[in-house]
Structure formats: structure tokens, C-alpha cells
């Protein structure tokens, strides 16, 4: 009985500690997919000496404007191709400013008035565990990504 209570105890513990562990890592997860996008987007543009675009899907195949990200894509070149496309985790909620980014040939994204564009892609889970419970990933100056963590109450 002994060894069943103190069992218990441990694992009334470890449940909340786990939860914030598996929350993180599916933000960093999610939010590390996002940047990969908008490299791979950067250096492709590059190499294609063409436009790309990084932008929200609804069915992985065709960008769109809708408010709930299902998918993201890497789109353009100078076929217009899906150059590559990633499943947003269904507990991930994403909103995003200053979108979709598109980088010209030179390798930086630019606004439609040509100056250099900025962008915050921001990923939430509706929760308190962890604390941090959002990643913004931010393009600024065109082409530099960064990463933050930040604490959204829990709400998104």
C-alpha cells in the first residue's frame, strides 16, 4: 500500500510537468517548421532567380486568405510550384501580421512598395502549461529570422 500511495504522489506530479514539456516541444516543433519554411523559400527564390512565396493553406495544395491555417505552403519559382508544404498540429493555433512573405530573386522579402518587408507568424496552445505558451517567429529587415517565446496568459 505503501509503495502504491508514494506511486501515486510521484505521478500526480510528473502528469502537469509532462504536459508543459509536451506543449513546448510542439510549439518549438511547429515554430522550427515555420522558419525552415522561410529559409528554404529564401534560398529558392535565390537559386530560381524567381519569386516565392511562404504563405497559409486550407489543402496543401492552393495558398488562401483563410483565418485558420490548416497547412503551410512554400510556393512559387518560376513554374508557380508547391515547392514544399507542411500539417499544422490540430492544437496549434496560428495568426499571423505582415503576411504572406514573398522573396524576390535577391533573396529578401519585400512589400509590395518594394521596401523590406517584415512579418510576425505567431503560434499559441490555449493553455497555461507552459507558461510561454506562444512562439513568434519574426522576419525583419527582409530576411533575418528570430524566434521568442512569450507568455500569453494562456490565452491566444
Known amino acids: 500500500m505503501v509503495t502504491v500511495l508514494v506511486l501515486s504522489i510521484l505521478v500526480g506530479i510528473a502528469i502537469p510537468s509532462m504536459t508543459g514539456l509536451i506543449n513546448t516541444n510542439r510549439l518549438a516543433g511547429q515554430a522550427n517548421e515555420l522558419v525552415s519554411a522561410l529559409q528554404v523559400a529564401r534560398s529558392e527564390a535565390i537559386r530560381q532567380n524567381a519569386g516565392v512565396t511562404v504563405c497559409a493553406s486550407t489543402d496543401g495544395l492552393v495558398c488562401s486568405d483563410a483565418g485558420t491555417w490548416t497547412h503551410w505552403l512554400v510556393r512559387g519559382g518560376r513554374d508557380n510550384e508547391v ?74
Do not use: H, K, M, W
Not at 512573405?101 to 529578401?108: H, I, P, S, T
Open 83 to 156: 515547392i514544399q508544404s507542411g500539417l499544422i498540429n490540430g492544437s496549434v493555433r496560428i495568426s499571423a501580421a505582415g503576411y504572406p512573405v514573398r522573396f524576390r530573386a535577391d533573396g529578401l522579402a519585400r512589400s509590395a512598395a518594394g521596401g523590406l518587408a517584415a512579418a510576425t507568424i505567431t503560434l499559441c496552445i490555449p493553455t497555461t502549461r507552459p507558461a510561454q505558451n506562444q512562439r513568434q517567429v519574426t522576419l525583419s529587415r527582409g530576411s533575418r529570422i528570430e524566434v521568442v517565446p512569450v507568455n500569453g496568459g494562456g490565452a491566444c
